[in-house]
């Protein structure tokens, strides 16, 4: 990897961490805003998905866009917009500026993320045999992994802002995403194209050739972001029902996002070494007796527990991608969109379910609940094809692709 495509992918890397962490700033500042506008608990429970449909459902939609006209304005302007109206959200007056606001904002994190990631993978080959890196995984992870991050602060930068200045000066919070927005106009590179044989096939033709295992990942990290998404939904509520004051209930959240971002990370060089779809079933499999058990303790037990369990529950982010990308070569934004933001997206959606069910239930027995739903997910996999069968499938490919 030559030091433009090192440059490259440190710059876009750092742009996912700026832009996710305003992406959390709704799970903060959800139970305030709820007593402040007075909802209900279900009616909350319905802005989660509305922002992962946004900027996560919406992702294909954005990804072929990216790759049908391969220009860089998503990956520039996506900061902007997220940082400008996620901002906002302390000054909403109504549930319907808070859903508008949530909804731009959602935009401009989906838009960023299939050419971000295609950007990336892109800078990873640029100078590898074939186009095929042995590190691909390693740097979809740092990608991944700076976005978690982000992610993870983003929560405690929020609860800080208002801490200090008050709800209603949430808007203080845009400066760094300007910031991120400038550079990005001036360094980010343009998302070329790669040039394809006459007769190579096609992306549909691609994509229902390998709609098998690409349907089996999709659900798969479809539960997988349905346990997360829930997670970080309602925990907030559940810790606040325990008695825990706002900058706590930020730590604890912080720390399970941030936890799940050390997990991606290392999550791709184990790919590298062993495999992504054996390093993915095996993490699934140990996630849930930790998140089981974190939801059945209280206290400092249940927080390092929840750490633990949300390392293994977001390691497969970046390998999901990586798994994606070499199913399907020459479509890396469209793939990267359909397995980073339709699926988790669709799993989003079952955040109102967890929501009705804590109504009945409580908010610990139903986190507990949907912690199961990992198992599900390494069913799926064990009949993904094995890594050595797509490793194959994906130099054939890429030298169909010509590149």
């Not at 549930?95 to 299939?114: C, E, R, S, T, Y």
């Not at 910031?179 to 998302?191: K, Q, R, S, T």
């Not at 599900?376 to 994906?394: F, G, H, N, Q, T």
Request: glycine letters at 10%; proline letters at 5%.
């Amino acid at each position: 990897m030559d030091r433009k495509g090192k440059t490259t992918i440190a710059l876009i890397s750092t742009a996912h961490a700026v832009l996710d962490s305003y992406s959390s700033f709704l799970f903060q500042l959800l139970p305030v805003m709820t007593v402040r506008l007075g909802l209900k608990p279900s009616q909350a429970g319905w802005l989660t998905p509305m922002l992962m449909i946004s900027s996560s459902l919406m992702q294909p939609v954005y990804g072929m866009i990216s790759d049908r006209y391969l220009k860089r304005s998503m990956a520039v302007f996506g900061p902007l917009v997220a940082a400008v109206f996620l901002s906002l959200l302390g000054t909403a007056t109504s549930l319907p500026m808070l859903m508008a606001f949530v909804v731009i904002g959602g935009i401009g994190v989906g838009a960023f993320h299939p050419q971000g990631a295609a950007l990336v993978s892109r800078a990873a080959s640029a100078n590898s045999v074939g186009g095929i890196s042995k590190h691909q995984g390693m740097v979809m992870s740092v990608f991944s992994s700076t976005g978690t991050v982000g992610y993870a602060v983003g929560p405690v930068i929020i609860a800080a802002v208002v801490s200090q200045f008050g709800l209603e000066k949430s808007w203080y919070a845009v400066s760094w995403g300007v910031a991120m927005w400038v550079l990005m106009y001036l360094y980010c590179p343009p998302l070329e194209r790669i040039e394809r044989k006459a007769d190579a096939p096609n992306l549909r033709d691609k994509l229902r050739a390998v709609w098998k295992p690409l349907t089996l990942l999709y659900f798969a990290i479809v539960l997988r972001s349905a346990v997360a998404v829930s997670v970080q939904t309602f925990l907030p509520f559940a810790l606040q029902s325990s008695g825990l004051t706002d900058n706590e209930r930020s730590w604890v959240l912080a720390g399970f996002i941030l936890f799940g971002g050390i997990g991606g990370f290392f999550g791709g060089a184990l790919a590298d070494r062993l495999g992504a779809r054996r390093v993915t079933i095996v993490a699934m499999l140990l996630a849930t007796p930790l998140l089981i058990a974190a939801f059945s303790t209280h206290g400092m037990p249940s927080h390092l527990l929840l750490m633990a369990g949300g390392t293994l529950l977001n390691m497969p982010i970046p390998i999901s991608v990586v798994m994606a990308q070499r199913l399907v070569p020459g479509g890396a934004s469209t793939v990267s969109a359909l397995v980073m933001g339709f699926a988790w997206g669709a799993g989003a959606l079952m955040a109102p379910l967890t929501g009705l069910l804590s109504t009945r239930i409580g908010f610990f027995p139903a986190l507990l609940t949907v912690s199961f739903l990992p198992l599900i997910s390494a069913a799926l996999l064990w009949r993904y094809p094995k890594d050595e069968i797509v490793a194959r499938a994906r130099v054939r490919e890429a030298m169909a692709m010509g590149d």
